[in-house]
């Protein structure tokens, strides 16, 4: 593979395993709309969403891609990209309005309408429990930073798994708890939007623990495919400098490794643990917590975007606030090459490199890419196409990326595509598109775009063999 390859090179080049399984992933406030709808309760998202300065544009899900009303049209969308796969999230707060209690069985039931729509269309639904919409009644109770939430979590998923436990195989507790922990929490640039190093801490020790007080509900409810999908961001330092090592050292261990190791070795990383404690913001571990959260995983979902570079210094004042705790003595270079819409650079290197490790850290635990994409300026031209060139080019390297890793050993199961659709990309709004298929705000229009195609004739080429 050179830089130069076309993309019929590159999709000649691709083989996968027999039962590799092809998806693409959305998540609730993303796509679903109908935020007043069938008694569904306000999210943290709704809230952050709603307050001026903290979205793009003032942008909101409140309509999103109207997915609630049109997924027979989706799920008809997924059937013709050949999908073999969905993953998408659960609303708990359309489930459980005031976030426990009482339940809301209209909310149940969308999700058993939507599941039906896809068995019948012959793709497997891969549910996320806890895609960051908070219901707001927690929040006000002191969200996840409160130890109880993680109880409340469980007792959540005990909800929905008894609902839909007799027509869902694969389960998953959190996307992306890093986001939810730290983003959320230390820099303010996700609901809840607090910039508190000692609530990002505890967020980040509840969300573990609730994942791990429902491993234990979804197993006393017979799931046998069960596994978290954490986000994963290499770390690499400017120069071999102590300090920029140290600074490398210090970001990973927040980023990556902090939710890895406890999961699935049952311990934090002591580095980390000791970061965390003189920032004052120690993780407050009780006996017999770890134990919960490293309960066995069938996969692990893996999310994988770019790399970072980084340097010991200052931060910038003109740099928005770090995600990191103690990280204001952290610089993120900005990266070298092209990037997406994002800002993010573009590296199926590091994509390669990073299964490798994560085969090494977790031998023998099977790894599911959940979510890997780009963003870019796609418009519909006057003959209704997309060509997004950029993405086809992304889309098939990152493919690339991960049959070379699994060539070298690592036990990669499945790619789902991050998105199937364009969507709200939370703080960014509606500003930024990551769809295999574009969405016209305006008018609920979908369109395919080239990428979708190309998604499309790799699954063709695989299921035929
Ligand atoms: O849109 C998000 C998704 O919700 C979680 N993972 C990253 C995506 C792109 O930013």
Request: charge should be negative.
């Amino acid at each position: 593979m050179t830089t130069t390859d076309s993309p019929e090179d590159l999709l000649a080049g691709l083989t996968f395993p027999p039962g590799f399984v092809f998806g693409a992933a959305t998540a609730a406030y993303q796509i679903e709309g109908a935020a007043d709808e069938d008694g569904r309760g306000r999210s943290i998202w709704d809230t952050y969403s709603h307050t001026p300065g903290r979205t793009f544009g003032g942008h909101t899900g409140d309509v999103a891609c109207d997915h609630y009303h049109r997924y027979r049209d989706d799920v008809a969308l997924m059937r013709e990209l050949g999908l073999s796969a969905y993953r998408f999230s659960v609303s708990w707060p359309r489930v459980l309005p005031e976030g426990a209690g009482r339940v809301e069985q209209r909310g149940l039931d969308f999700y058993r309408r939507l599941v039906d729509e896809l068995l019948e269309a012959g793709i497997d639904p891969w549910l996320t429990l806890y895609h960051w919409d908070l219901p707001q009644a927690l929040q006000d109770r002191g969200g996840w930073a409160d130890r109880d939430t993680a109880a409340r979590f469980a007792d959540y998923s005990a909800v929905v798994v008894d609902a839909l436990g007799d027509r869902v195989r694969h389960w998953s507790t959190l996307n992306e708890p890093m986001c939810s922990s730290l983003i959320g929490h230390m820099a303010g640039a996700h609901a809840p939007g607090l910039q508190d190093p000692v609530a990002a801490s505890r967020a980040v020790h509840h969300l573990l623990l609730g994942h791990g007080l429902a491993a234990g509900r979804l197993r006393a409810a017979g799931v046998e495919s069960f596994g978290i999908t954490l986000n994963f961001t290499p770390m690499s330092p400017a120069t071999d400098s102590p300090a920029d090592l140290d600074a490398a050292r210090r970001l990973d261990g927040q980023q990556n490794r902090m939710f890895l190791d406890p999961v699935v070795s049952g311990a934090y990383p002591a580095d980390v643990v000791d970061d965390l404690a003189a920032a004052g913001a120690p993780l407050p571990v009780q006996d017999g917590d770890l134990e919960i959260i490293a309960a066995p995983l069938d996969w692990l979902g893996v999310n994988y975007y770019f790399e970072q570079t980084v340097r010991a210094g200052a931060r910038p004042a003109d740099k928005p606030p770090t995600s990191f705790i103690g990280g204001e003595n952290v610089v993120e270079l900005d990266p070298e090459g092209p990037t997406t819409t994002m800002g993010w650079g573009i590296s199926p290197r590091a994509f390669t490199d990073l299964l490798l490790w994560l085969g090494a850290k977790a031998p023998g635990l099977p790894l599911m890419i959940t979510e890997n994409g780009s963003a870019w300026d796609d418009v519909v031209d006057a003959e209704g196409a997309v060509h997004d060139p950029e993405r086809v080019d992304f889309l098939l390297r990152h493919l690339a990326a991960m049959t070379a890793a699994i060539e070298r050993g690592a036990d990669v199961r499945g790619y789902f595509a991050w998105s199937l659709m364009d969507n709200f990309e939370w703080a960014r709004g509606y500003a930024q598109r990551f769809g295999l298929v574009h969405v016209d705000y305006d008018t609920q229009r979908r369109t395919v775009k080239d990428s979708g195609r190309v998604y499309a004739e790799v699954l063709r080429r695989h299921r035929e063999g």
